[in-house]
């Protein structure tokens, strides 16, 4: 059997596993069976698995557990863009990251990004607004789901200029692995010869 095969289907596995009895135990006993941040990392090594195992057993996703939740699908991203290359589907050049830009390729991109940025900009300052008033909140699913669509340089942003969830764990290091993950798509495109 492929050795790259048989490592996803071990850490899936083990991951799928480790959050199935941390999430019973917490369900009936109260406690954790292993600490949340390596079970974030099986995440990272795998993805899936992590991901299965919410669809099945915890899928309402609340501020415990939404910041789980978007390291499983930084991690599923990542390795949907390492398999594709891993198995010869995607070839990676290093020669076309020196050839010249398409710019009709990327201006799409750029508005993408800069309408997304805008929008996640917005909804930071709103749901500030609200936590100063008392008001109603935006849900942090939310807060995370738009940086991860393409607006982290606009969460980022009203993050330290309105200081909004800086304290935050899951945003203050979410939002800046997100743009490298976002920065990482591009030149993956681009060493694919997709743009």
Not at 159 to 183: C, D, N
Request: charged letters at 15%; aromatic letters at 12%.
């Amino acid at each position: 059997m492929d050795p790259y095969l048989m490592y996803l289907l071990a850490v899936n596995a083990v991951a799928f596993l480790a959050f199935t009895i941390d999430f019973l135990l917490y369900k009936f006993a109260d406690r954790e069976f292993v600490d949340h941040r390596v079970l974030s990392l099986f995440a990272v090594a795998g993805g899936v698995g992590m991901l299965l195992a919410f669809l099945l057993w915890d899928r309402h996703a609340i501020k415990d557990n939404v910041a789980w939740r978007f390291v499983a699908v930084l991690g599923i991203i990542v390795w949907a863009l390492v398999t594709p290359c891993v198995y010869g589907v995607v070839r990676l050049d290093v020669e076309a990251l020196l050839a010249p830009l398409n710019l009709g390729a990327l201006v799409p991109i750029g508005i993408y990004v800069l309408v997304m940025s805008a929008v996640t900009f917005c909804v930071f300052v709103y749901d500030k607004r609200q936590a100063e008033h008392g008001g109603w909140r935006v849900r942090e699913f939310a807060l995370l789901t738009l940086p991860l669509l393409g607006g982290a340089l606009g969460g980022l942003l009203a993050m330290h200029l309105v200081r909004h969830k800086t304290r935050v764990y899951h945003f203050s290091w979410g939002l800046p692995i997100m743009i490298a993950l976002q920065v990482g798509l591009v030149v993956y495109a681009r060493l694919a010869g997709i743009i």
